[in-house]
């Protein structure tokens, strides 16, 4: 008789509008266009989304790493944080003395 894998229990994906991961967006969002300003802030922090949920999650899965296991709904909330972090981000730019780390 073959060997069975230890079978874990299927993990609840991720499905929540706001958790503590929106935060996190935000604040990264918004270090982000400081740093680069906001075109190519919105541009990483967008594309991160889909090389988390189809490259890294699936990677990190295979030693048993549970990253970016969120549903579409989780995806897109963070698309919204992360937009809402470049804004805020562009208007520190705009109307404050912070002036955009490095320039592009």
């Given amino acids: 008789m073959p ?8 993990m609840i994906r991720n499905d929540k509008l706001f958790d503590g991961w929106s935060i996190v967006h ?24 889909p090389l988390e949920i189809y490259l890294l999650s699936p990677l990190l899965a ?24 470049v804004g805020v981000g562009y208007l520190l730019l705009r109307y404050t003395f912070i002036e955009q780390l490095i320039v592009f």
Avoid: C, H, Y
């Fill in 3 to 10: 060997k069975q894998k230890n079978m874990q229990p299927l």
């Fill in 26 to 49: 935000v604040i990264t969002s918004i270090l982000f266009t400081l740093t680069f300003g906001p075109k190519i802030a919105l541009i990483v922090v967008f594309l991160w989304e």
């Fill in 62 to 85: 295979k030693i048993d790493v549970r990253f970016g296991d969120e549903t579409l709904k989780n995806s897109l909330s963070d698309l919204v944080f992360d937009a809402v972090g």
